[in-house]
C-alpha cells in the first residue's frame, strides 16, 4: 500500500470513529421512541375498550365498533395516516404491549429494532398459550440480539413451531380452505392476477413457467445466435421504441419475465383443465368472455387521439387498439356496445357472428 493510500485510509478510520457512534446513537433513540409509540397507541386500544365495556353497561347506546373508529379517526386525522392503518397499529401494539414485554424492553433499550419485533411478534402468532409464548420470546430474543431482521424472520418462524399450540399441518388443513384468484387493476391497461395457493403449488406452477421460458429463449438463441445479455439489451431497445411510436422489427427479443407471463396467459386462456372436466361440466370447452365499449366516434375513418375514445374492457379499464381489435377479429361472435364520447352513456348494443361481412367496417383494424 502506497503512504498516499495509508493516509487516506488512516483519515477514512478517522472519520468512521467519529460517525459511528453518532449513527448508534441515533437508531438506538429511534428503537426507544418506537416503543413509546408502541405504548401510546396501546393505550389508545385500551380507551376505546374501555369506552366500549361502559357502552355495553348501558351508559351510552353505541355499536361497538364506534369506539376503536372513532379513536383511530382522531389519530389519523392528526397524524395524516388513515384511519384503517391506525386501528391495525393499535392493535399490533395492544400484542406488543401485552404479550410480549421482554419484546418492547429490548427495544426500547436498542438491543432490537422495531423489524425485528415484526419478525417476532408475527412468528409468535401461532402461539396462544402465554406460557409458550414467553418461553418462545426469551429464545428467540437471544437470537435477535446478535442477527439481522432478515435473518431472524426464518430462524423465528421455526422456532415457533416448537411452542406451537397447533401443528403445521392443522394449520395447513385451515389455511388451505382460504384459497383463491382475484384480480386488481392497475394502471395503463394493466391488472394483476393473483392467486392464493398451496405453497409448493405457487412455487411449481412458477418453476414450471421458468422452464418454459428457458426452453423459448434457448430454442430463440439457436436460431438467430443473439446471446441472452445481448437479447436483454435489445428487448429494452424495442420497447422504448414502441413507447416513442417508431417501427420495430418482429424478432422475438422477449425477457425472461416477459415469456413467462406470456405463457402463464396463454396456459390458462387455452388450456384444458383435465383434472377437473370430469362428468357434465365439459369445462375444456368454457371460454373466457371479454366486453369492450367502443365510442362512436372512434368508428370514423379520421378519429381523433383522445382519451374519451378509447376502447375500454366493460368494468375495468382502458384497452390498446391491437388487443381490441385481435379480441374482435378471434370471437366466433361478439356484442358491439356503443358509447357516447363524452358521458359514456351505452347508445346501442348489437350482435354480430363471426362472417367477415359482418366485421367489415365495424372497427378499422
Request: charge should be negative; proline fraction near 3%; include cysteine.
Amino acid at each position: 500500500m502506497t503512504e498516499s493510500a495509508l493516509n487516506a485510509r488512516l483519515r477514512a478510520d478517522a472519520r468512521m470513529n467519529l460517525l459511528l457512534p453518532k449513527l448508534i446513537e441515533i437508531r438506538a433513540a429511534k428503537a426507544r421512541l418506537d416503543a413509546e409509540e408502541a405504548r401510546m397507541l396501546a393505550e389508545a386500544q385500551m380507551i376505546a375498550a374501555d369506552w366500549t365495556e361502559e357502552a355495553d353497561n348501558g351508559r351510552v347506546g353505541s355499536d361497538a365498533a364506534f369506539p376503536y373508529r372513532s379513536i383511530a379517526a382522531e389519530i389519523g386525522a392528526a397524524l395524516r395516516i388513515s384511519d384503517r392503518t391506525v386501528q391495525r397499529q393499535m392493535g399490533e401494539a395492544a400484542t406488543l404491549v401485552n404479550d410480549y414485554v421482554g419484546t418492547l424492553e429490548a427495544l426500547d433499550a436498542g438491543v432490537i429494532s422495531a423489524a425485528h419485533v415484526r419478525a417476532i411478534v408475527t412468528a409468535g402468532s401461532i402461539i396462544e398459550t402465554p406460557e409458550m409464548r414467553g418461553e418462545f420470546e426469551q429464545d428467540v430474543l437471544q437470537i435477535a440480539a446478535a442477527e439481522s431482521a432478515t435473518r431472524l424472520t426464518p430462524l423465528a418462524k421455526r422456532r415457533a413451531e416448537w411452542y406451537a399450540d397447533t401443528t403445521f399441518e392443522q394449520r395447513h388443513r385451515r389455511a388451505v380452505e382460504d384459497r383463491a384468484v382475484w384480480v386488481t387493476d392497475v394502471d395503463d391497461g394493466m391488472a394483476e392476477l393473483r392467486a392464493l395457493l398451496p405453497a409448493v403449488v405457487a412455487h411449481g406452477v412458477h418453476d414450471r413457467l421458468s422452464e418454459m421460458a428457458r426452453s423459448v429463449i434457448d430454442a430463440r438463441r439457436d436460431a438467430d445466435g443473439i446471446a441472452e445479455s445481448d437479447a436483454h439489451a435489445h428487448a429494452h431497445a424495442q420497447t422504448q421504441a414502441q413507447t416513442d411510436g417508431e417501427d420495430t422489427d418482429t424478432a422475438d427479443v422477449r425477457t425472461t419475465d416477459q415469456i413467462r407471463a406470456d405463457i402463464f396467459g396463454d396456459l390458462l386462456l387455452t388450456a384444458a383443465p383435465t383434472a377437473h372436466d370430469g362428468g357434465p361440466t365439459d369445462l375444456g370447452a368454457i371460454r373466457a368472455t371479454v366486453q369492450i365499449t367502443v365510442p362512436v366516434m372512434s368508428l370514423i375513418e379520421k378519429r381523433i387521439t383522445d382519451p374519451y375514445e378509447s376502447e375500454f374492457l366493460v368494468g375495468h379499464s382502458p384497452v390498446d387498439p391491437e388487443t381490441a381489435c385481435m379480441l374482435t377479429a378471434g370471437a366466433t361472435g361478439w356484442d358491439r356496445i356503443l358509447t357516447h364520447p363524452i358521458s359514456g352513456q351505452v347508445l346501442a348494443v348489437d350482435r354480430y357472428c363471426r362472417a367477415s361481412e359482418c366485421l367489415a367496417g365495424v372497427v378499422s383494424c
